[in-house]
């Protein structure tokens, strides 16, 4: 493990909260990790960006951060010096001048993944029915009512802004591809995996790994620390 004031910031993704990162920051804790979840307001990917830094201001020594989904941008895209190495699960990672849109569009949609589209305010909801079809296929029906209830809508401004130099040019990083996502499909997550020369893990896994296996998403973000 890492020094004994390593600490992890949790990044959640569209559609989710810090809640969804609970099994994984309980893990942490048993391991001697601290972990905190970084709340976004998912209104633009530059507030994003800023909600995070804050979070790590108030952190103490050197940090691995950790990205689901969507929030694999926002991970590569904050310059903090305390950051040491980034975590991506199944995450978007676009490269400089891209868009998240850009990357999540390069693969064609599971049969089963929701057509979405943003409302009036420009805001992306997630269809009640998609959390039990495509993002948390994986989990019993409880929790799945849970997650479709506590969802946070997305900014079409968070995924339409191209991204400056993002930050796993300089950074180690780890990825782990779920399998059965059927939000983004495990072949596009190879490739962004490979672009960014990641160690790479491959778990048949649905769009929330933090829920089925938090072990071994425990596990990779403590090998990220050793490392």
């Given at each position: 493990?890492?020094?004994?004031?390593?600490?992890?910031?949790?990044?959640?993704?569209?559609?989710?909260?810090?809640?969804?990162?609970?099994?994984?920051?309980?893990?942490?804790?048993?391991?001697?990790?601290?972990?905190?979840?970084?709340?976004?307001?998912?209104?633009?990917?530059?507030?994003?960006?800023?909600?995070?830094?804050?979070?790590?201001?108030?952190?103490?020594?050197?940090?691995?951060?950790?990205?689901?989904?969507?929030?694999?941008?926002?991970?590569?895209?904050?310059?903090?010096?305390?950051?040491?190495?980034?975590?991506?699960?199944?995450?978007?990672?676009?490269?400089?001048?891209?868009?998240?849109?850009?990357?999540?569009?390069?693969?064609?949609?599971?049969?089963?993944?929701?057509?979405?589209?943003?409302?009036?305010?420009?805001?992306?909801?997630?269809?009640?029915?998609?959390?039990?079809?495509?993002?948390?296929?994986?989990?019993?029906?409880?929790?799945?009512?849970?997650?479709?209830?506590?969802?946070?809508?997305?900014?079409?401004?968070?995924?339409?802004?191209?991204?400056?130099?993002?930050?796993?040019?300089?950074?180690?990083?780890?990825?782990?591809?779920?399998?059965?996502?059927r939000m983004i499909s495990a072949d596009n997550q190879r490739a962004m995996a490979e672009r960014i020369g990641a160690t790479i893990s491959s778990l048949p896994l649905d769009h929330c790994p933090m829920l089925g296996a938090p072990g071994r998403v425990v596990e990779m973000i403590l090998a990220a620390a050793k490392a």
């Amino acid at each position: 493990m890492g020094s004994d004031d390593t600490s992890v910031v949790l990044v959640h993704a569209a559609w989710a909260d810090g809640s969804s990162w609970a099994r994984v920051i309980d893990g942490l804790a048993t391991a001697g990790l601290k972990a905190v979840a970084a709340p976004l307001p998912l209104t633009s990917l530059a507030d994003d960006v800023a909600a995070l830094r804050r979070v790590i201001e108030r952190t103490q020594g050197p940090v691995v951060l950790v990205g689901h989904a969507y929030s694999g941008a926002v991970i590569g895209a904050v310059r903090h010096a305390s950051v040491k190495a980034l975590v991506y699960l199944n995450a978007l990672v676009p490269e400089k001048g891209e868009t998240v849109l850009d990357v999540f569009s390069r693969s064609a949609p599971h049969p089963l993944a929701p057509q979405v589209s943003p409302d009036t305010d420009g805001l992306i909801w997630l269809p009640e029915e998609a959390f039990a079809q495509a993002f948390a296929q994986q989990v019993d029906a409880r929790e799945q009512a849970i997650l479709a209830a506590v969802q946070r809508p997305i900014s079409i401004q968070c995924i339409t802004a191209q991204v400056e130099r993002p930050t796993w040019h300089d950074l180690p990083s780890w990825y782990l591809v779920a399998e059965e996502d059927r939000m983004i499909s495990a072949d596009n997550q190879r490739a962004m995996a490979e672009r960014i020369g990641a160690t790479i893990s491959s778990l048949p896994l649905d769009h929330c790994p933090m829920l089925g296996a938090p072990g071994r998403v425990v596990e990779m973000i403590l090998a990220a620390a050793k490392a």
